[in-house]
């Protein structure tokens, strides 16, 4: 299903506001910046509504960026750029891309003008290419709504410079983990590492009543929570033989970010859930920080 017509179906009602919110004070997001080392996240983005209507998740969103230190540029990997070979977004004022259809007026005006970061891509190529993975660089793609819409409650000054990498979903988890091992060294270069998908990600199985979640997608979301926090990276890699995987990615392009987000925290790395919350029915928000 293309880009497009994924986005369509996405939930259009309001995220119900029983999100759960770890403190901040009591979470450990800031990093020791004398090294400029920063962590790296995986965030399930939900529906392009919420960048009009935030609710809980676009309130978490806006705490951990409250919460984080200010790094140089942010290399966001998005499910909603899905191409055969790794690109990386080198446009020095990339467009807001409104990679949907058929949502109310005001969701095509919105902007989201934050500068490019095009030295940023060719570095992220250029490690990709001496890990032996070919990547090239798109000097015409923007941000579309799977990177601008969580960046708009993290950075809203739309002041930090974003490149965008792009997931190919011919490809496997261990593909998408290489890409995030080779990208390590971003972090330790002033560069916040952002993947940007969905814990779980059945569109066709939307409640729009809006009900609470199933038991299939609270299995899944917690058979994750619980690989991630143990640091079981092979059990992960092989994650089509979780508990209902299929039902809950029948197509995985919003689950691979989360491996390269997971592959940039370094080897063995593990994942602390920061936040979860289910919104129409099995659609899960789960956002996670990896820190090796």
């Keep these: ?141 923007g941000l579309d709504h799977g990177a601008w819409v969580p960046l708009r409650s993290l950075y809203p000054a739309a002041d930090m410079p974003v490149a965008q990498l792009s997931v190919q979903p011919r490809r496997d988890a261990r593909w998408h983990y290489r ?3 080779a990208l390590e060294p971003l972090r330790r270069e002033g560069v916040l590492v952002l993947a940007s998908g969905g814990a779980t990600h059945n569109l066709r199985e939307l409640d729009w009543s809006d009900g609470p979640p199933p038991g299939w997608a609270t299995e899944f979301d917690d058979w994750l929570a619980e690989r991630l926090a143990a640091g079981q990276t092979e059990e992960l890699l092989d994650w089509e033989r979780a508990p209902h995987a299929l039902r809950a990615h029948p197509s995985p392009e919003h689950f691979l970010p989360l491996f390269v987000g997971l592959g940039a925290a370094g080897k063995g790395a593990r994942g602390e859930r920061l936040y979860r919350d289910f919104t129409m029915g099995g659609l899960s928000m789960a956002a996670y920080r990896f820190s090796a």
């Design 1 to 141: 299903m293309a880009a497009a017509s994924i986005a369509s179906s996405s939930c259009r009602r309001r995220t119900r506001r029983s999100g759960a919110l770890v403190p901040l004070a009591a979470a450990p997001y800031m990093e020791a910046m004398s090294n400029r080392t920063f962590p790296s996240f995986f965030l399930s983005h939900g529906s392009p509504t919420l960048a009009l209507e935030p609710g809980a998740a676009g309130a978490f969103w806006k705490e951990l960026g409250e919460s984080l230190a200010r790094p140089d540029a942010v290399l966001c990997i998005s499910a909603h750029w899905m191409t055969a070979a790794p690109l990386l977004g080198a446009a020095e004022r990339p467009k807001t891309i409104h990679d949907y259809y058929g949502f109310p007026e005001p969701m095509y005006r919105l902007s989201y003008p934050a500068p490019g970061a095009p030295a940023l891509a060719q570095r992220a190529a250029d490690l990709l290419r001496a890990a032996g993975i070919e990547a090239a660089l798109d000097q015409r793609y």
């Design 179 to 181: 890409l995030g091992r």
